[in-house]
């Protein structure tokens, strides 16, 4: 009898829980789901928008009422190509060297020891407190004294992209000083050099935080606009998508160019979703994986 | 297949720590060393500094005849085993046993070769595919000893290897070192702060403390003529029962006194005393356990004192004994020399008389601590 109610009593407890349980879940994906509706509207708007051909300008309803892809056929008529290739040749570059100098700079300050290792890693903390804008004035002066301005912005916004990536350590060094420094000495007394133990050693073991240095560093420039605007100065075929597709916002210019700029939108999307779908897991691991990984 | 020598060597970390001062040490071609002392005495921070892991503040490391102070560990053509195995996780254990062939652009039919059979020694075979981390403590040491194996390298360095193994494996562990000692025919320097791996491994000992060397000399030296009280102590186990105690000196024969007896010191231990002249003195005395032995009767010789625990080993007893005034010894007694009778009346309280031969005796200076028969 005794251990009947017992026995009656976790069940009814187990129940309660899974109850409690299924409620707050419910409520969880509720309240999730209502979150990502009004985070995907705009999108689906600008989408819905682009393959809107019976108006270039705005009107009072979202479906279309006549579907076609006039408006990414126009896109081509401009000189939006030349835009999209700038941005996907500053965003590429910076990837590429942003992502070289931040494994090495986070690879040095958590492997070798030196003289000012500490103080220099206090000195970039606070300089990466000043806002970057601050240094537009004068960087726009050395670019146009080295050429690198408007015409041929895209050197000049790499250049300016990629010049503090080194401060941008943190994160990766932090994975870094969670693999265990015997794996270095082992691999350094089997034969490798600094250089090696850090492309078969540490890379592979920190696969994440590799995917996660080149997304972010992809995406910096891929969506720049105060810099790449400043440095453009208004010449076309310097600017990239972001400036340029701004431009046709311009009161002057929307009535023509509104769906064309929604065209134009989704196709700055599509690289970018890619790249995410493709790296997703890692990206996630990456972001989350440093704190549990010995 | 190259010796080391190791002159005046120094380590200073930051903020003037000073780990190891002065080490001066040759080891020979083909030799086994074994660097043991207790935890924090520096013998890591040697053997990093001949594996270049560590930077040398001062004197010389030679291997082979050529200084290598500042040469990186991959030139220096040595091979390591650390204490935490160090496999690398992402790479299954053939690949971690190639790696090192790899970076020297052996043909990779070579490298097939050499893995296996350094796997088939180590017993390892039906895990070359496996990943570290799906293997036991036992099987990524015998990883970490294919992955030093296959280098042929001068000089093969072990810090601790044994210590992350559970007792048992320890010993068999031991046992195939020995044997893999035999088959690599190369100059081995193992660290361990475990006196018995020390003695059971080494062609000689290297003991420290404090950063300091105390003795060198081969297991059988370090054991019947410790330079000092360290030493004797840490070498042995159970350790040796040490106590002050007068040296006495009267008409051409030396006696202890230890606890109110009289015991002369007879044998090799009497002559060597006389042939050095020591005068009588204050001396710390020291008695291994197993040199003292149960008397029948009380006598001038002997100390009686009580038996507080009775420690059954199997092949021998370990009994604990306390003297009348308190000081606590140790007594190793074969289990054959003993009757079942007189077996089971060893229980706590116990009245018992104990007693040492001279020749097994260690005198130790009482301010310096020094044998005073080296
Ligand atoms: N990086 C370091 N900075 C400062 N002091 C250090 C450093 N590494 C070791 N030491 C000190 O040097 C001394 C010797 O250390 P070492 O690691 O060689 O000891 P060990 O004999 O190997 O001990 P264990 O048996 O515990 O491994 C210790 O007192 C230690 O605190
Ligand atoms: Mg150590």
């Not at chain 2, 490391?61 to 992402?90: C, S, T, W």
């Not at chain 2, 042995?236 to 006696?255: D, Q």
Request: glycine content about 8%.
């Amino acid at each position: 009898m005794s251990t009947l109610s017992s026995t009656e009593r976790t069940a009814k407890r187990h129940m309660g829980i899974n109850t409690s349980r299924r409620i707050s879940n419910t409520a969880a994906y509720t309240v999730l789901i209502l979150i990502s509706i009004i985070w995907l509207v705009p999108f689906v708007f600008i989408v819905l928008q682009s393959f809107r051909v019976e108006s270039t300008w705005q009107v009072g309803y979202v479906i279309p009422q006549k579907w076609g892809l006039d408006n990414y056929a126009n896109l081509f008529k401009t000189d939006f190509p030349r835009w999209y290739l700038n941005t996907f040749i500053a965003a590429v570059a910076t990837a590429v060297l942003q992502t070289v100098i931040v494994l090495c700079m986070s690879y040095t300050l958590s492997r070798f020891r030196f003289k000012m290792r500490k103080p220099l890693m206090r000195f970039m903390l606070i300089l990466g407190m000043f806002p970057g804008m601050l240094t537009m004035i004068i960087l726009y002066r050395v670019l146009k004294d080295l050429g690198m301005t408007q015409a041929n912005a895209v050197p000049g916004l790499i250049l300016v992209y990629i010049a503090s990536s080194g401060m941008g350590y943190y994160v990766s060094k932090g994975f870094f000083d969670t693999i265990p420094k015997s794996l270095d000495e082992a691999a350094r007394v089997d034969g490798a050099t600094r250089f090696q133990v850090l492309k078969k050693i540490i890379l592979p073991l920190s696969k994440p935080i590799v995917i996660y240095t080149i997304l972010t560093a992809f995406m910096g420039p891929w969506g720049d606009f105060v810099f790449a605007r400043y440095i453009s100065f208004g010449t076309s075929s310097g600017m990239n998508v972001a400036v340029g597709l701004y431009n046709w916002l311009n009161r002057d210019q929307i009535a023509n160019n509104y769906t064309m700029f929604c065209a134009g939108g989704v196709l700055v999307a599509v690289p970018v979703t890619l790249l995410f779908m493709c790296l997703q897991r890692y990206y996630v691991e990456g972001v989350t994986g440093g704190a549990v990984k010995g | 297949m190259a010796n080391v020598k190791l002159t005046d060597v120094k380590k200073i970390y930051d903020k003037n720590v000073v780990a190891v001062h002065d080490f001066n040490l040759e080891i020979k071609d083909k030799e086994f060393v074994v660097f043991v002392g207790p935890s924090g005495c520096g013998k890591s921070t040697t053997l990093r500094m001949i594996a270049g892991l560590e930077d040398i503040s001062e004197g010389t490391v030679e291997i082979d005849g050529e200084v290598v102070n500042d040469l990186q560990p991959k030139d220096r053509d040595i091979a390591m085993v650390f204490q935490n195995y160090a496999l690398y996780p992402h790479m299954t254990v053939y690949d971690n046993i190639a790696f090192s062939l790899r970076l020297k652009k052996v043909p990779e039919d070579e490298v097939y070769e050499k893995v296996t059979n350094a796997a088939n020694v180590l017993g390892i075979t039906e895990y070359l595919m496996r990943k570290p981390r799906a293997l036991s403590g036992g099987q990524r040491q015998r990883v970490a000893i294919g992955r030093a194996m296959v280098r042929n390298a001068k000089v093969f360095l072990m810090d601790e290897p044994l210590s992350n193994l559970d007792a048992k494996l320890r010993n068999q562990m031991r046992a195939e070192i020995i044997l893999l000692r035999q088959k690599l025919d190369t100059t081995f320097v193992y660290v361990t702060h475990d006196q018995t791996e020390a003695m059971t491994l080494g062609d000689r000992i290297v003991i420290m403390q404090n950063g300091y060397i105390e003795q060198v000399g081969t297991p059988m030296e370090v054991f019947e003529m410790p330079t000092n009280l360290f030493v004797a102590e840490f070498i042995g186990a159970p350790k040796m029962n040490t106590f002050k105690t007068k040296l006495i000196e009267e008409g051409g024969k030396y006696y202890v006194t230890p606890f109110g007896s009289k015991i002369e010191v007879n044998g090799i231990k009497g002559d060597m005393l006389r042939e050095r002249n020591v005068k009588s003195q204050n001396i710390i005395l020291g008695v291994r356990p197993e040199h003292i032995s149960l008397a029948e009767n009380g006598g001038e010789d002997t100390i009686p004192c009580t038996l507080e625990v009775n420690e059954m080993m199997g092949s021998e007893l370990h009994l604990h004994v306390v003297t009348e005034d308190g000081s606590h010894l140790i007594v190793r007694t074969p289990t054959v020399d003993l009757d079942a009778d007189a077996r089971r009346e060893l229980v706590y309280g116990k009245k018992l008389n104990i007693t040492f031969e001279g020749k097994v005796m260690h005198f130790f200076g009482e301010e310096d601590n020094r044998n005073l028969l080296v």
